[in-house]
């Protein structure tokens, strides 16, 4: 098997090459989770006082919500706070944290900062510094996850929380592997690989009780935000984005390449023709500090 995203240095190569494209092809999906995951969190309790991570921040998806009005496929009544409160973003790849910095000009984001920093090593910052941690889409790119919830539950205020989320179905990968497998059988490659067990509740659950947060004090959700691209023709012009296809098209003949496009059509239902949506389900798991 030969993975696209095989390690941590794969994975950050990815989002440096690709951090300009990222909210333009996964933004909107992103923010409709990061927006549902918010939701389960105490928003009207946080004040211009309070202190929120935005870990493995990206662009600051996390963040634009809580501080700019949100899109209207991404509303949650409490959102944005006011006055709004202190955001500290992180992430691990230097790309990000420059369109994080210009998200933050744009937006005018006075209350916000961002520093590269590996989510699983939180040294920078005191014990029982933040009202709420929350890393969307990123704990499992951590060499040690469970390291990771410790460092979430260290540096939370006692009855603070910490929101993780993960994909639990993503019917886009799904047509690229079928894709990959018609086009270039036996090849072993395999297109956004994430092992199984991520797509699981309990992974979820176990890392963030091995972090030391009480079992009793873990509560899992599901969302769909779902992937939508207008139309079906949309489908396929996002599938062929060079943020998917830079890498994994190394090697292929132009043959190879020119086919791309019918077999992602082939791949689609009708309704997914029709609706140019397609499925992405998720775990969001919300996790209180004694």
């Known amino acids: 098997m030969t993975s696209i995203l095989s390690d941590k240095a794969a994975i950050k190569s990815f989002f440096q090459q690709n951090a300009s494209e990222y909210e333009k092809y996964v933004g909107s999906t992103s ?66 944290i420059d369109s994080f910095q210009a998200n933050k000009a744009s937006f005018n984001w006075v209350t916000a900062d961002a520093f590269v920093q590996d989510s699983q090593d939180l040294s920078r910052f005191k014990d029982a510094e933040f009202d709420a941690v929350v890393m969307n889409l990123g704990i499992f790119t951590l060499n040690d996850p469970v390291a990771g919830a410790a460092e979430m539950y260290r540096v939370l205020k006692p009855g603070g929380h910490a929101v993780i989320t993960t994909w639990k ?40 009780e091995g972090g030391g947060f009480p079992g009793n004090q873990i509560k899992t959700s599901e969302y769909s935000p779902n992937w939508e691209c207008g139309s079906g023709e949309g489908v396929v012009e996002t599938l062929k984005s060079p943020m998917w296809t830079t890498k994994l098209w190394e090697g292929w003949s132009a043959e190879e390449i020119g086919r791309w496009d019918d077999e992602i059509r082939k791949q689609l239902s009708e309704e997914e023709k029709k609706t140019g949506t397609l499925e992405m389900s998720a775990w969001i798991v919300v996790a209180q500090k004694a």
């Open 31 to 96: 923010s409709r989770l990061a927006a549902a995951a918010l939701s389960l969190l105490p928003l009207s309790s946080y004040t211009s006082s309070s202190h929120i991570l935005d870990s493995a921040s990206g662009p600051g998806i996390v963040t634009k919500l809580l501080l700019s009005p949100c899109p209207e496929n991404a509303s949650v009544p409490e959102l944005p706070i006011s006055p709004p409160p202190r955001v500290t973003g992180i992430d691990y790849v230097p790309a990000m």
């Open 169 to 208: 179905t993503r019917r886009a990968v799904e047509v690229l592997q079928s894709v990959v497998d018609t086009i270039k059988p036996n090849s072993g490659l395999k297109p956004m690989y994430m092992p199984p067990e991520w797509l699981s509740k309990e992974k979820l659950q176990n890392v963030m």
